[in-house]
């Protein structure tokens, strides 16, 4: 079974500030993907990562995928209240799992203006 | 967005009562899927569908049965309810699972509770 640990579980910050969001596993995942959740909605996919060492920018977040592709980070600079919401990691198996993602459980995000 | 729709979006029901809740897309993805997401356990897949009548289990399926007889929509039946059940559940879809590629987009999720 493919796990996900995702850290820290909650994150309270004020604007302005720098944080970072991580994803690990001891699986080796073929692509790993970010989501945003916010209260009452569905998760909406941010970015997919696919190769080793991967970065990806997304206006202030800026996606890593680890060398050995078992693990993942989000960094956010100089959040905003509108950042505000939880971040899933989710990685997709590989062979007949590519089927499925594997969810982290998410990290609760509160950026305080 | 993705063309993503789930009925209802809330429901209230009594416990060994059956409940069907709907999935519709106008995307013409070929794979869907239902989630639930509860606190401390995260998304977990309960049934996914590759095409129109082909579907199979994900992890926590007990209780669970579902059908796609069109491709446009996934149906997830609760057989006889139980209060483990209450429960968000998500409906995904993705176009293709390409070694390297499940992008899932989801519906906005359907509030259940089971008294």
């Known amino acids: 079974t493919q796990l996900l640990e995702q850290s820290p579980q909650f994150l309270s910050i004020q604007e302005g500030e720098n944080l970072t969001v991580y994803c690990n596993s001891s699986?080796?995942?073929?692509?790993l993907q970010w989501y945003r959740q916010e209260p009452g909605e569905g998760p909406v996919l941010l970015v997919t990562v696919v190769t080793g060492g991967e970065v990806k920018k997304l206006k202030r977040l800026t996606f890593q995928f680890g060398d050995a592709r078992k693990d993942s980070s989000l960094h956010i600079t100089a959040a905003q209240p509108g950042d505000t919401g939880l971040y899933l990691c989710?990685?997709?198996?590989?062979?007949?799992?590519?089927?499925?993602?594997?969810f982290g459980k998410g990290t609760l995000l509160t950026v305080n203006p | 967005d993705a063309g993503i729709t789930q009925s209802p979006r809330h429901k209230v029901t009594e416990t060994g009562t059956p409940v069907t809740l709907r999935c519709h897309q106008t995307e013409n993805h070929r794979y869907m899927y239902w989630y639930r997401q509860d606190p401390g356990h995260g998304l977990r897949l309960i049934h996914y569908?590759?095409?129109?009548?082909?579907?199979d289990k994900g992890e926590v399926s007990d209780g669970y049965s579902v059908s796609r007889s069109k491709t446009e929509d996934f149906l997830l039946t609760l057989e006889s309810a139980t209060s483990s059940q209450t429960s968000v559940y998500f409906c995904a879809i993705s176009a293709r699972l390409a070694e390297t590629y499940n992008e899932q987009f989801f519906g906005p999720g359907t509030r259940l509770t089971v008294l």
């Open positions: 569908s590759y095409g129109v009548k082909d579907t």
């Open positions: 989710a990685g997709q198996g590989s062979g007949g799992s590519n089927y499925k993602l594997t």
């Open positions: 699986s080796v995942f073929s692509s």
